[in-house]
Antibody
Framework: EVHLVESGGGLVKPGGSLRLSCAASGFTFTSYSMNWVRQAPGKGLEWVSSISGSGTYIYYADSVKGRFTISRDNAKNSLDLQMNSLRAEDTAVYYC?????????????WGQGTLVTVSS | EIVLTQSPGTLSLSPGERATLSCRASQSVSSSYLAWYQQKPGQAPRLLIYGASSRASGIPDRFSGSGSGTDFTLTISRLEPEDFAVYYCQQYGTSPNTFGQGAKLEIK
């Protein structure tokens, strides 16, 4: 059974940094692109970033480009999101999500999310 | 980027009724790369439909998707109590992939 478990969320001041992690199990991790999708409180879904199975191809939403860095450790079946220069508008639940196909894809499995709050 | 507009914003129906949710794209969605998700309060989204009309694994056949180009529809043939939730469409044919604003299906 596929399991995705996020961790690392919390309260951070504007301009601060935070690193999120997602532990994956139940599937061959290297075979799948992985993504971060966020949801601001009471709002809709926003794709944040994706990384291919090998880690070669990386993409970001314009809203986080230059501030966030996605990475993966295939030996540990883990996905990370390093978030720097955080802003109030980055406040959201961050989900890691698996993409069943390479390239542009829907997301077939999601973690339960971790809440990031950016506030002074 | 492609903007997806869902309608209605809120749909009030009773169990046993048929629900029809619409998703309209600002430009044509490439290869019908359109997905639907269900989200209940405090839970992660769940994939229902991909490729506009293919049901994801384990999704009951009362859920169906249709459409192409710029107009897509999610239909729930007979509502069960557990179907009342928020539904999102997503296009993944053109970068960046984008989601609709969501449509709430509530019990009348």
């Amino acid at each position: 059974e596929v399991h995705l478990v996020e961790s690392g969320g919390g309260l951070v001041k504007p301009g601060g940094s935070l690193r999120l992690s997602c532990a994956a199990s139940g599937f061959t991790f290297t075979s799948y692109s992985m993504n971060w999708v966020r949801q601001a409180p009471g709002k809709g879904l926003e794709w944040v970033s994706s990384i291919s199975g090998s880690g070669t191809y990386i993409y970001y939403a314009d809203s986080v480009k230059g501030r966030f860095t996605i990475s993966r450790d295939n030996a540990k079946n883990s996905l990370d999101l390093q978030m720097n220069s955080l802003r109030a508008e980055d406040t959201a639940v961050y989900y890691c999500a698996r993409a069943p196909v390479a390239g542009m894809s829907n997301f077939d499995y999601w973690g339960q999310g971790t809440l990031v709050t950016v506030s002074s | 980027e492609i903007v997806l507009t869902q309608s209605p914003g809120t749909l009030s129906l009773s169990p046993g009724e048929r629900a029809t949710l619409s998703c309209r794209a600002s430009q044509s969605v490439s290869s019908s790369y359109l997905a639907w998700y269900q989200q209940k309060p405090g839970q992660a989204p769940r994939l229902l439909i991909y490729g506009a009309s293919s049901r994801a694994s384990g999704i009951p056949d009362r859920f169906s998707g249709s459409g192409s180009g710029t107009d897509f529809t999610l239909t729930i043939s007979r509502l069960e109590p557990e179907d009342f939730a928020v539904y999102y469409c997503q296009q993944y044919g053109t970068s960046p992939n984008t989601f609709g604003q969501g449509a709430k299906l509530e019990i009348k």
